[in-house]
């Protein structure tokens, strides 16, 4: 199967609430990417991880990376409306961008 | 910084014709710009890496007569889809990056292709 993998595929949660999302991986890594796409757009880079940081922030969004694991997650506190959009984790074998299936993440206001 | 565009944003074509992607850096200079392709409700699936002044790099199973690609500039690559089938219709993304292959891709817009 395809290099990073990501669960839930589906996510709807209500405004206010968090939203965490996993993204699990086969090989080594430099580094982990995260990336936001809003329905028919480009993709939005939200924060790289690299292999040697367990933990990273930006504003309201928290990723971990496990390396042991071979997985990571990605939190998004006190959701909003415009934080719907599919979420995408890259990883980059042979320096190349591998992207996940995506999780779908739907914020009901 | 670090813009990306793509152009046109989308196109619908007849069965047969051939199909012209630009994929342009606008603030900074690109060593290596990415293609990829997305079906509906899938990710991304990277077709072939262009290098300024040399020939791409196919993935496997992307055909590279069909998919031309030409990165005559350090802000330009461009993407033609040859004798377009309605099952080449996807959403075709473009992605450039500054410096070394593990610096911070930045993804244009996307192009939305539709073959009749």
């Known amino acids: 199967s395809q290099q990073g993998e990501e669960d839930p595929q589906a996510l709807s949660i209500q405004e206010g609430e968090n939203a965490t999302m996993n993204c699990s991986y086969k090989?080594?890594?430099?580094?982990l990417q995260w990336y936001r796409q809003n329905s028919g757009r480009g993709l939005v880079h939200l924060i790289l991880?690299?292999?040697?940081?367990r933990e990273k922030h930006s504003g309201r969004l928290r990723v971990t990376l496990d390396t042991s694991k071979k997985s990571s997650s990605l939190l998004i506190t006190a959701s909003r409306a415009a934080d719907t959009a599919s979420y995408f984790c890259?990883?980059?074998?042979?320096?190349?961008?591998?992207f996940g299936g995506g999780t779908r993440v739907l914020v009901k206001p | 910084g670090a813009v990306v565009s793509q152009h046109p944003s989308w196109v619908i074509c007849k069965s047969g014709t051939s199909v012209k992607i630009e994929c342009r850096s606008l603030?900074?200079?690109?060593?290596?710009m990415f293609w990829y392709r997305q079906f509906p409700k899938q990710s991304l699936m990277l077709m072939a890496t262009?290098?300024?002044?040399?020939?791409?790099?196919?993935e496997q199973g992307v055909e590279k007569d069909k998919f031309l690609i030409n990165h005559a500039s350090l802000t330009l690559s461009t993407l033609t889809v040859t004798s377009a089938h309605p099952e080449d219709s996807s959403f075709y993304i473009c992605?450039?990056?500054?410096?070394?292959?593990?610096?911070?891709?930045?993804f244009g817009p996307g192009t939305r292709l539709t073959v009749l």
């Open positions: 992605s450039a990056i500054a410096g070394g292959l593990t610096d911070t891709q930045y």
């Open positions: 090989t080594s890594i430099n580094n």
């Open positions: 991880i690299r292999s040697n940081e």
């Open positions: 890259a990883t980059d074998p042979s320096n190349k961008l591998t």
């Open positions: 603030d900074f200079q690109a060593t290596t």
């Open positions: 262009s290098n300024e002044g040399s020939k791409a790099t196919y």
